[in-house]
């Protein structure tokens, strides 16, 4: 898997949410990631919420771009409720149609 991003967008990500995407892109080797569809955001493109930690936890959306390259769209600090969400993990359920990626 290849990460890919538009570099305007990812210095603007830093500025707002001082996350790198170099950084984020390692929350896609935490096993204990979790993600759902993100059906809000774009009507042009399947996106994807996702939360795992990469030094910290993070909240990341992102879209698959082909069988190869992964386009981060934004990356930030995952908030109380998100990080509460991912540590409650048990491996079974989780809430707002969050699911557990096989590692």
Do not use: C
């Not at 790198?20 to 955001?41: K, L, Q, T, V």
């Amino acid at each position: 898997m290849a990460f890919i991003w538009d570099p305007v967008k990812a210095v603007e990500n830093i500025r707002v949410h001082k996350i790198y995407f170099d950084d984020a892109e390692h929350i896609f080797d935490d096993p204990f990631r979790i993600r759902r569809r993100d059906d809000d955001s774009s009507i042009t493109e399947e996106r994807y919420q996702i939360i795992g930690e990469a030094g910290s936890v993070l909240f990341v959306v992102y879209t698959e771009e082909g069988p190869e390259d992964t386009r981060l769209i934004s990356a930030r600090l995952a908030t109380a409720k998100e990080r509460r969400i991912y540590h409650g993990r048990d491996g079974t359920t989780y809430p707002y149609g969050w699911e557990r990626l096989d590692p």
